[in-house]
Protein backbone atom coordinates (compact mmCIF):
# COMPACT_ATOMS: atom_id res chain seq x y z
CA UNK A 1 0.00 0.00 0.00
CA UNK A 2 1.20 3.46 -1.12
CA UNK A 3 1.99 5.93 1.69
CA UNK A 4 2.42 9.81 0.65
CA UNK A 5 5.68 11.15 1.81
CA UNK A 6 5.07 13.62 4.74
CA UNK A 7 3.99 17.27 3.46
CA UNK A 8 5.39 20.40 5.24
CA UNK A 9 3.42 23.99 5.02
CA UNK A 10 1.65 25.73 4.60
CA UNK A 11 4.75 28.03 4.32
CA UNK A 12 4.86 31.83 3.04
CA UNK A 13 6.35 32.23 -0.59
CA UNK A 14 6.91 35.40 -2.04
CA UNK A 15 8.85 36.04 -5.52
CA UNK A 16 9.48 39.10 -7.07
CA UNK A 17 12.09 40.35 -9.80
CA UNK A 18 14.56 42.67 -10.01
CA UNK A 19 17.19 44.30 -12.01
CA UNK A 20 20.67 42.79 -12.64
CA UNK A 21 22.52 46.44 -11.64
CA UNK A 22 20.27 46.32 -8.22
CA UNK A 23 21.72 42.91 -7.05
CA UNK A 24 24.73 43.86 -5.70
CA UNK A 25 23.49 46.21 -3.29
CA UNK A 26 20.35 44.37 -2.54
CA UNK A 27 23.25 41.38 -1.73
CA UNK A 28 25.12 43.78 0.67
CA UNK A 29 21.70 44.67 2.00
CA UNK A 30 20.69 40.98 3.00
CA UNK A 31 24.45 40.04 4.39
CA UNK A 32 24.32 42.93 6.76
CA UNK A 33 21.03 41.67 8.40
CA UNK A 34 20.91 37.69 7.81
CA UNK A 35 22.96 34.87 8.10
CA UNK A 36 24.45 33.12 4.96
CA UNK A 37 23.28 30.25 4.08
CA UNK A 38 25.17 26.90 6.06
CA UNK A 39 25.00 24.78 2.97
CA UNK A 40 26.73 27.49 0.91
CA UNK A 41 30.21 26.17 -0.74
CA UNK A 42 31.29 29.88 0.52
CA UNK A 43 29.75 31.86 3.77
CA UNK A 44 31.37 35.17 2.12
CA UNK A 45 29.31 34.53 -1.10
CA UNK A 46 26.59 31.98 -0.47
CA UNK A 47 26.43 30.91 -3.58
CA UNK A 48 24.30 27.64 -4.79
CA UNK A 49 24.16 26.13 -8.13
CA UNK A 50 20.42 24.55 -8.56
CA UNK A 51 19.40 22.64 -11.15
CA UNK A 52 15.96 20.88 -11.64
CA UNK A 53 14.19 18.58 -14.41
CA UNK A 54 10.23 20.02 -14.48
CA UNK A 55 7.82 17.23 -15.39
CA UNK A 56 4.37 17.98 -16.91
CA UNK A 57 1.40 16.44 -19.31
CA UNK A 58 1.96 16.11 -22.89
CA UNK A 59 -0.40 19.46 -23.11
CA UNK A 60 2.03 21.31 -20.64
CA UNK A 61 -1.30 20.98 -18.19
CA UNK A 62 1.06 22.46 -15.48
CA UNK A 63 1.50 25.51 -17.85
CA UNK A 64 -1.71 26.01 -18.87
CA UNK A 65 -3.29 26.49 -15.33
CA UNK A 66 -0.21 28.07 -14.24
CA UNK A 67 -2.59 31.49 -13.14
CA UNK A 68 -4.75 29.29 -11.23
CA UNK A 69 -1.67 27.57 -9.01
CA UNK A 70 -4.32 24.64 -8.60
CA UNK A 71 -2.13 21.98 -10.06
CA UNK A 72 1.11 20.95 -7.95
CA UNK A 73 4.38 21.23 -9.83
CA UNK A 74 6.38 17.84 -10.24
CA UNK A 75 10.46 18.50 -10.08
CA UNK A 76 13.68 16.69 -9.42
CA UNK A 77 16.19 18.79 -7.88
CA UNK A 78 19.96 18.42 -6.84
CA UNK A 79 22.12 21.52 -5.46
CA UNK A 80 25.82 22.26 -6.66
CA UNK A 81 26.38 19.05 -9.10
CA UNK A 82 26.08 16.34 -6.18
CA UNK A 83 23.96 13.40 -4.90
CA UNK A 84 21.27 13.16 -4.11
CA UNK A 85 18.50 14.47 -6.27
CA UNK A 86 15.43 15.17 -4.48
CA UNK A 87 11.99 14.02 -6.50
CA UNK A 88 9.47 17.18 -4.71
CA UNK A 89 5.66 17.51 -5.77
CA UNK A 90 4.80 21.40 -5.06
CA UNK A 91 1.37 22.86 -4.61
CA UNK A 92 0.75 27.10 -4.42
CA UNK A 93 -2.11 28.71 -3.81
CA UNK A 94 -1.50 32.46 -3.84
CA UNK A 95 1.38 33.23 -1.13
CA UNK A 96 0.91 29.71 0.73
CA UNK A 97 3.25 26.35 -0.45
CA UNK A 98 2.70 23.22 0.72
CA UNK A 99 5.47 20.08 -0.70
CA UNK A 100 5.98 16.88 -0.51
CA UNK A 101 10.12 15.43 -0.78
CA UNK A 102 11.70 12.31 -0.61
CA UNK A 103 15.79 11.58 -1.79
CA UNK A 104 15.80 9.44 -5.31
CA UNK A 105 17.91 6.46 -6.74
CA UNK A 106 18.77 5.91 -10.08
CA UNK A 107 17.05 2.70 -10.03
CA UNK A 108 14.05 4.06 -7.92
CA UNK A 109 13.81 7.01 -10.60
CA UNK A 110 13.76 4.21 -13.32
CA UNK A 111 10.54 2.82 -11.76
CA UNK A 112 8.95 5.87 -11.63
CA UNK A 113 9.32 6.63 -14.97
CA UNK A 114 8.62 3.01 -16.14
CA UNK A 115 5.28 2.84 -14.83
CA UNK A 116 4.73 -0.99 -15.69
CA UNK A 117 7.21 -2.41 -13.83
CA UNK A 118 7.20 -3.70 -10.24
CA UNK A 119 8.02 -2.12 -7.39
CA UNK A 120 8.23 -5.03 -4.81
CA UNK A 121 10.84 -5.19 -2.50
CA UNK A 122 12.38 -2.19 -3.86
CA UNK A 123 10.37 0.98 -1.89
CA UNK A 124 11.98 1.52 1.07
CA UNK A 125 10.31 4.64 2.48
CA UNK A 126 7.61 3.05 4.12
CA UNK A 127 5.19 3.32 0.38
CA UNK A 128 6.56 6.75 -0.72
CA UNK A 129 8.31 6.00 -4.25
CA UNK A 130 4.91 3.83 -4.81
CA UNK A 131 2.90 7.17 -4.20
CA UNK A 132 5.15 9.27 -6.48
CA UNK A 133 4.94 6.56 -9.13
CA UNK A 134 1.08 6.44 -8.70
CA UNK A 135 0.59 10.41 -9.30
CA UNK A 136 3.12 10.48 -12.40
CA UNK A 137 1.02 7.53 -13.93
CA UNK A 138 -2.11 8.88 -13.01
CA UNK A 139 -1.08 12.79 -14.00
CA UNK A 140 0.27 11.50 -17.12
CA UNK A 141 3.35 13.14 -16.45
CA UNK A 142 6.67 13.14 -18.75
CA UNK A 143 10.41 14.90 -18.31
CA UNK A 144 9.82 18.66 -19.98
CA UNK A 145 12.48 21.03 -18.71
CA UNK A 146 15.62 21.50 -17.40
CA UNK A 147 16.04 24.77 -15.55
CA UNK A 148 19.42 25.66 -14.14
CA UNK A 149 20.69 29.17 -11.90
CA UNK A 150 22.70 29.97 -9.34
CA UNK A 151 21.36 31.12 -5.97
CA UNK A 152 22.65 33.39 -3.38
CA UNK A 153 20.45 32.12 -0.05
CA UNK A 154 20.57 33.31 3.35
CA UNK A 155 18.84 32.85 6.33
CA UNK A 156 17.02 34.35 9.53
CA UNK A 157 17.89 33.16 12.96
CA UNK A 158 14.21 33.75 13.71
CA UNK A 159 12.99 31.50 10.85
CA UNK A 160 12.61 32.27 7.16
CA UNK A 161 15.28 32.34 4.35
CA UNK A 162 15.76 34.62 1.32
CA UNK A 163 17.22 33.40 -1.91
CA UNK A 164 18.54 35.32 -4.97
CA UNK A 165 18.40 33.68 -8.32
CA UNK A 166 20.66 34.80 -11.22
CA UNK A 167 21.61 33.57 -14.79
CA UNK A 168 18.60 31.08 -15.22
CA UNK A 169 18.72 28.58 -17.99
CA UNK A 170 16.46 26.23 -19.85
CA UNK A 171 16.42 23.34 -21.77
CA UNK A 172 14.29 20.27 -23.26
CA UNK A 173 14.36 17.79 -21.50
CA UNK A 174 13.41 14.07 -22.81
CA UNK A 175 13.66 10.52 -21.45
CA UNK A 176 17.04 9.07 -22.67
CA UNK A 177 16.73 7.16 -26.54
CA UNK A 178 13.63 9.41 -27.69
CA UNK A 179 15.91 11.40 -29.70
CA UNK A 180 17.03 8.90 -32.00
CA UNK A 181 19.10 10.67 -34.86
CA UNK A 182 19.23 13.99 -33.31
CA UNK A 183 22.91 15.56 -32.15
CA UNK A 184 23.32 15.48 -28.50
CA UNK A 185 24.62 18.57 -27.12
CA UNK A 186 24.78 18.01 -23.53
CA UNK A 187 26.36 20.75 -20.73
CA UNK A 188 24.49 18.82 -18.07
CA UNK A 189 25.77 15.61 -16.68
CA UNK A 190 22.60 13.66 -15.79
CA UNK A 191 24.70 10.82 -13.88
CA UNK A 192 21.18 8.75 -14.10
CA UNK A 193 21.96 8.75 -17.65
CA UNK A 194 18.29 8.74 -18.05
CA UNK A 195 17.65 12.24 -19.40
CA UNK A 196 19.25 14.32 -22.79
CA UNK A 197 18.97 17.59 -24.59
CA UNK A 198 19.57 18.59 -27.87
CA UNK A 199 20.14 21.89 -27.63
CA UNK A 200 22.11 24.33 -25.73
CA UNK A 201 20.68 26.17 -22.66
CA UNK A 202 18.77 29.01 -23.48
CA UNK A 203 18.70 32.15 -21.34
CA UNK A 204 15.28 32.78 -19.49
CA UNK A 205 15.66 36.38 -18.12
CA UNK A 206 18.08 38.83 -17.58
CA UNK A 207 16.04 39.92 -14.17
CA UNK A 208 17.16 38.13 -11.06
CA UNK A 209 14.55 36.07 -9.07
CA UNK A 210 13.94 36.89 -5.43
CA UNK A 211 12.30 34.88 -3.03
CA UNK A 212 11.21 35.19 0.74
CA UNK A 213 10.10 32.08 2.32
CA UNK A 214 9.22 31.10 5.97
CA UNK A 215 6.14 30.76 8.19
CA UNK A 216 2.47 31.91 7.09
CA UNK A 217 3.21 34.66 9.94
CA UNK A 218 6.75 36.18 9.18
CA UNK A 219 8.87 37.80 11.62
CA UNK A 220 10.04 40.98 11.91
CA UNK A 221 13.19 40.44 10.42
CA UNK A 222 11.45 39.03 7.55
CA UNK A 223 8.96 41.55 7.28
CA UNK A 224 11.56 44.03 7.20
CA UNK A 225 13.10 42.02 4.10
CA UNK A 226 9.30 42.07 2.61
CA UNK A 227 9.08 45.78 2.34
CA UNK A 228 12.47 46.52 1.36
CA UNK A 229 11.21 44.71 -2.07
CA UNK A 230 8.45 45.70 -3.22
CA UNK A 231 6.41 42.08 -3.82
CA UNK A 232 3.29 43.69 -4.58
CA UNK A 233 3.99 43.76 -8.57
CA UNK A 234 4.36 40.59 -9.92
CA UNK A 235 5.07 36.91 -9.48
CA UNK A 236 7.52 34.78 -11.25
CA UNK A 237 7.26 31.11 -12.60
CA UNK A 238 10.44 29.83 -13.85
CA UNK A 239 8.94 26.80 -15.30
CA UNK A 240 6.76 28.83 -17.13
CA UNK A 241 9.32 31.35 -18.52
CA UNK A 242 11.83 28.73 -19.14
CA UNK A 243 9.03 27.14 -21.37
CA UNK A 244 8.25 30.03 -23.07
CA UNK A 245 12.54 30.87 -23.62
CA UNK A 246 12.45 27.88 -25.56
CA UNK A 247 9.47 27.81 -27.47
CA UNK A 248 7.71 24.72 -26.19
CA UNK A 249 4.44 26.26 -24.54
CA UNK A 250 3.29 26.37 -28.23
CA UNK A 251 3.95 22.32 -28.37
CA UNK A 252 1.61 22.00 -25.30
CA UNK A 253 -1.62 24.36 -26.61
CA UNK A 254 -1.15 21.94 -30.06
CA UNK A 255 -1.13 18.83 -28.05
CA UNK A 256 -4.73 20.09 -26.05
CA UNK A 257 -5.98 20.76 -29.45
CA UNK A 258 -5.09 17.33 -30.60
CA UNK A 259 -6.53 15.94 -27.73
CA UNK A 260 -9.58 17.89 -27.27
CA UNK A 261 -10.30 17.09 -30.90
CA UNK A 262 -9.78 13.12 -30.22
CA UNK A 263 -12.10 13.09 -27.53
CA UNK A 264 -14.67 15.00 -29.18
CA UNK A 265 -14.49 12.00 -32.02
CA UNK A 266 -14.56 9.38 -29.92
CA UNK A 267 -17.63 10.51 -28.30
CA UNK A 268 -19.31 11.21 -31.43
CA UNK A 269 -19.69 15.13 -30.87
CA UNK A 270 -18.70 17.51 -33.59
CA UNK A 271 -17.67 20.87 -32.42
CA UNK A 272 -19.26 24.35 -33.29
CA UNK A 273 -18.03 25.88 -36.59
CA UNK A 274 -15.51 28.44 -35.92
CA UNK A 275 -16.85 32.21 -36.75
CA UNK A 276 -15.15 33.92 -39.28
Known amino acids: MSQAPPQTGPRLELKHTVPADAVPALLEWLRARLDPDPHARDPELPSIRVESIYFDTPSR???????????PKHRLRRYDGGSPWYLEE???VDSRVWKRRMSVTESELGLILDGDRQTDGIDSDGGALEWFRSRFRVLDLVPTLYIGYDRAAFVSPCGGRVTVDQRITAMPVEVAGHGAGQERKSPIRF???????????????????????GP?????RMREVVERIDFGIRSYSKYSEGLEAVGLEAVGLEAAGLRAAGLRASSGKRSAPESS
Do not use: I
Open 216 to 220: PEPSP
Open 61 to 71: ACYRNRSRHKL
Open 90 to 92: KLR
Open 191 to 213: EFGRFEVHSDPAPVTDLAVVEVK
